[in-house]
């Protein structure tokens, strides 16, 4: 199993830019797939990127796709999500997630959230 602690959310102005990161506990954290996801009150959970076992592989929304960088750090064991050129819209909660398996939207073990506001 892995436990995930996200941090680096906060509130940023328009334009603006964000690294929120994710730190598993374990020591299989370079063969599970990652993802970050966000959410807000009411809304459904949305995927914002993913990438496979060693960064090679990855999937942007396209709401965010040429704003934001999923990466990964192995021997560290951290998630990055790099969020740039940030909108009013990007404000939510933003939770990372592991899985064994590869997918888009199907992940097993998730952190508890970090939330970022974008003011404009």
């Known amino acids: 199993q892995v436990q995930l602690v996200e941090s680096g959310g906060g509130l940023v102005q328009a334009g603006g830019s964000l690294r929120l990161s994710c730190a598993a506990s374990?020591?299989?954290?370079?063969?599970?797939?990652m993802a970050w996801f966000r959410r807000a009150p009411g809304k459904e959970r949305e995927v914002v990127a993913t990438?496979?076992?060693?960064?090679?592989?990855?999937y942007y929304a396209a709401s965010v796709k040429g704003r934001f960088t999923i990466s990964r750090d192995n021997p560290k064991k951290i998630l990055y999500l790099q969020m740039n050129s940030l909108k009013p819209e990007d404000t939510d909660v933003y939770y990372c997630?592991?899985?064994?398996?590869?997918?888009?939207?199907?992940?097993?073990?998730w952190g508890q959230g970090t939330q970022v506001t974008v003011s404009s």
């Open positions: 997630a592991a899985d064994k398996v590869y997918s888009s939207n199907l992940y097993n073990y």
């Open positions: 374990g020591r299989t954290f370079s063969t599970y797939a």
């Open positions: 990438t496979n076992w060693n960064g090679i592989i990855t």
